[in-house]
């Protein structure tokens, strides 16, 4: 079964049972009600909470102020959000037609439901979720009593799983009081999440992100069970730091280091895995197996030395001036020998038909940022690590490599770019993008090798992670469905707001208040149809052309 007939299964399945329940008042019983598709689950014990906390009323009122104008800015940006969206989709389909369904818009992805949707995470997304609720109703019932409305209950809104809480404040009375707290009332549920998304993300990309720092960046990606590394107790995810007394932190590194080994000698490797530091010691195979003796070439840089030499994706450097190259340690050794200005000649051969080219390459000097000694020459080529006569085939493991350093430093550098729209966009995209685009959900499994706490949190150990995730995580989750609770769509927040100022306008120009609550009901109708309509067509169109 797909996604689409699992989750009409427990549609059905749900609905079913909520019939029965229904027919045998179980739900009355229970002090439950039926709203739509949702079973509302009630309770009046512990309404007190809500006079305690509101008697700075004061400062409860200026945080309501601050919040109308926030959900304004939230309107704003979620309007300006699906437009482009819609937008998008359009040209989409004006070039190349409807366009597939894909995981963005998979019924189990279309509610923010942890364990459900696939990018979120249970442990954290709960959280996360119940967090986000959970101060969205709070800021609704604390507001109403300081507001002087009675709040009749609270509870949990059921799905089939929980979708939200609620709060039920006095409809009578909430007529009954002047508009600047009605809206206060309205809007106090999108201010707490923004303001829980703010102490969140303050926290994350403060102290907490600040107290990570990167281990290595060469991660232990497989073990050959029998050989040389598993008989050390090497395992797979650890962060090699060291060879033979030397410190590695990059794949270079730990090539040049390895590479020098010959079959048959002891190799000491440092190791660290989920905090703990270990070496191990290694007697290497006797002899090398069957391999192409050089340095695979796996991609050339534009309009590099080695480009103007010749030398293309899938050939083997097999020498640079005579001077022979079996593997990427004896290349980095040469290139260390190297300045830029420097002609060198090199020959490559295509293993595919044998073909052999010699040519000369001036050296220059590279300009990006990098891990290659900036003194020497640079020639423009990505090569294989593990290529030709690597020390991994003598030590039976492959390993990996992952830029740790650049990317906690991108990561910690995201507050201050939020005076550009990428900064905006890597921080709201995070968890689903990140920064090279495969998403971020985290510190667990081997990402989580890659780093170790430090400073302050170092007491801590993994806690400090585990803190990370859950800042990160409910800091996203409260900010958009603080956002979402923006949209001018009954019967979101940002839906009763609009309609709200939609009839104040409406009565300072026609003078009749009747009149204008009806324009105001038929304003705040079409709005509704238009977004949610519009959000229906985006997500059913693809699979009503294209099948389920």
Not at 25 to 51: A, C, Q
Not at 131 to 151: D, I, N, T, W, Y
Not at 508 to 521: N, P, Q, V
Request: charged residues 15%; proline residues 4%.
């Amino acid at each position: 079964m797909n996604d689409i007939q699992i989750s009409m299964l427990f549609v059905l399945m749900y609905g079913l049972a909520v019939i029965v329940l229904k027919k045998k008042h179980v739900i009355e019983k229970y002090n439950m009600s039926w709203f739509g598709p949702f079973i509302m689950l009630r309770t009046t014990k512990g309404l007190f909470v809500f006079d305690k906390l509101a008697k700075p009323k004061k400062a409860w009122k200026a945080l309501g102020n601050l919040g109308t104008i926030l959900l304004f800015l939230g309107m704003i940006g979620i309007v300006y959000f699906m437009f482009i969206s819609v937008k998008g989709f359009l040209t989409t389909i004006d070039i190349n037609g409807m366009p597939e369904p894909d995981k963005f818009i998979a019924p189990r992805n279309i509610f923010l439901i942890p364990g459900v949707n696939e990018f979120l995470p249970a442990i954290w997304g709960w959280i996360a979720f119940v967090l986000s609720v959970g101060l969205h109703e709070l800021g609704h019932a604390v507001m109403s009593r300081v507001e002087k409305v009675k709040v009749n209950s609270m509870g949990i809104l059921l799905a089939i799983f929980p979708v939200g809480g609620f709060a039920e404040p006095d409809n009578e009375e909430i007529i009954k009081v002047e508009k600047k707290s009605r809206v206060r009332i309205l809007v106090a549920g999108v201010t707490m999440n923004f303001l829980l998304a703010f102490v969140c993300f303050s926290l994350l990309f403060g102290p907490v992100l600040g107290a990570i720092e990167p281990v290595g960046e060469t991660i232990i990606t497989g073990i050959d069970e029998n050989g040389p590394a598993i008989s050390a107790g090497i395992q797979n995810d650890t962060i090699i730091v060291g060879v033979n007394g030397n410190d590695v932190n990059t794949i270079r590194d730990f090539v040049k280091y390895t590479d020098r080994t010959k079959p048959g000698d002891t190799i000491t490797i440092t190791g660290i895995k989920d905090g703990v530091q270990k070496e191990y010691t290694i007697s290497t195979k006797s002899t090398y197996p069957d391999v192409f003796k050089g340095v695979e070439i796996q991609a050339i840089v534009t309009d590099s030395p080695a480009e103007k030499a010749g030398l293309v994706y899938g050939m083997f450097i097999t020498s640079i001036d005579n001077i022979k190259i079996e593997n990427p340690g004896q290349f980095i050794d040469f290139m260390d020998t190297t300045t830029p200005g420097q002609t060198v000649l090199v020959t490559a051969v295509y293993p595919e038909n044998n073909t052999v080219i010699s040519k000369t390459c001036t050296l220059v000097e590279k300009k990006d940022e990098s891990d290659q000694n900036l003194e020497n020459g640079y020639i423009g080529i990505y090569y294989n690590f593990l290529s030709g006569t690597s020390s991994t085939h003598l030590m039976g493991l492959n390993v990996s490599t992952f830029q740790a350093g650049s990317y906690i430093s991108t990561l910690k550098s995201i507050p201050s770019m939020l005076t550009t729209k990428y900064g905006w966009f890597l921080l709201l995209a995070l968890p689903i993008y990140g920064i090279d685009g495969e998403g971020f959900s985290g510190f667990s499994g081997a990402f989580q090798q890659f780093f170790h706490v430090t400073s302050w949190a170092e007491p801590f150990g993994v806690l400090v992670f585990w803190l990370a995730n859950a800042l990160l995580w409910t800091g996203w989750l409260s900010f958009y469905v603080g956002l979402f609770n923006c949209l001018p769509a009954k019967p979101l927040d940002g839906g009763h707001v609009a309609e709200e100022y939609v009839q104040f306008i409406c009565t300072r120009i026609t003078k009749d208040s009747i009149k204008s609550e009806i324009i105001a009901r038929k304003v705040l109708f079409v709005l509704s149809t238009l977004f949610i309509g519009t959000m229906l067509f985006m997500v059913a169109g693809p699979y009503m052309v294209h099948g389920f």
